[in-house]
């Protein structure tokens, strides 16, 4: 029965694949509006790893700069950008696909000299003009587009000498959630709708972020790669701290019965993640910074 069962998994799997059944833009936006209220979780544990590619050393001596906050969630990067920038001819021009995230970044930031968009990170890219920002930054973000599409999107409208800020996931991260829910897929097959491609969509390390950008003719100044280890007394708690953050963004649009599945996500989270008296899970990702 399982080995028909995992075969079943892998056929509909398959099948989801070449009818293009797989979590779209709309899918993340609706996760990250629900997740909006709760992402100052993530911030709180992890923006000291994004002050690390802020660097407004590379921007301050720029005269009337335009910056790019692309994908900038709750507008942490921005608010930021905007303290360390006190010319009042610095201008942000800030887009994400998440209405509910633009909506608290709007309610924090009242600086005039910020622009919120709320639209498509493809869509918005499409439309803007050559050469036209200081810098553009993104905070993990990357992964949910297609690299080589956005990669050459920003050089195209970045300016000669101008500076990309990245933080983003990359392979290793969330280690063993990956297997948690290919093995909840195998178990139930019928209840599969769609499948999630962001994890192949992760840089493996540091010399894969530099290649893609290389070979859109950047010149890297700066990788670095760090992990942060994140524990809990329970594991219902790990798993409502990665749905809280939006790490799992994507994941809620997995199965046609996702409460009974979530029962059984915990319940292998209890067997793989218990160490020590505590649930212990990784972040791992790459901070780059490229110039033009």
């Known amino acids: 029965m399982k080995v028909i069962k995992s075969l079943f998994s892998y056929l509909k799997i398959i099948f989801l694949y070449l009818t293009g059944k797989s979590v779209k833009a709309q899918d993340y936006k609706n996760e990250y509006n629900i997740v909006a209220p709760t992402y100052q979780n993530w911030l709180n544990r992890m923006k000291k790893y994004t002050d690390q590619i802020i660097r407004t050393d590379m921007i301050i001596n720029k005269e009337g700069p335009l910056i790019l906050d692309f994908a900038c969630g709750t507008g942490y990067i921005t608010d930021v950008l905007l303290k ?103 178990k139930h097959p019928s209840e599969i709708a769609k499948i999630l491609e962001i994890s192949y969509q992760l840089p493996k390390d540091e010399n894969d972020i530099r290649s893609w950008f290389e070979n859109h003719s950047f010149q890297t100044l700066f990788t670095n790669t760090v992990e942060e280890f994140v524990s809990f007394n329970k594991a219902e708690d790990l798993y409502l701290w990665l749905k809280q953050t939006g790490a799992l963004a994507g994941t809620g649009c997995f199965f046609t019965d996702n409460n009974e599945i979530e029962k059984e996500i915990i319940d292998e989270i209890v067997k793989k993640y218990y160490s020590q008296k505590s649930y212990i899970i990784n972040h791992r990702f790459i901070l780059a910074i490229f110039r033009k």
Not at 92 to 114: G, P, Y
Not at 119 to 140: H, M, R, T, V
């Open 84 to 186: 360390e920038l006190p010319s009042k001819s610095v201008k942000i021009v800030a887009v994400d696909i998440s209405d509910k995230m633009v909506e608290i970044a709007k309610s924090n930031i009242t600086d005039k000299r910020c622009e919120f968009i709320v639209q498509d990170g493809n869509l918005f890219l499409q439309d803007e003009s050559d050469e036209k920002y200081d810098a553009i930054y993104c905070g993990y973000a990357l992964p949910y587009f297609n690299h080589k599409k956005v990669i050459k999107h920003f050089y195209r409208i970045l300016k000669k000498g101008g500076t990309t800020h990245f933080i983003l996931n990359c392979k290793g991260t969330l280690e063993g959630i990956h297997e948690i829910y290919i093995n909840t897929m195998k």
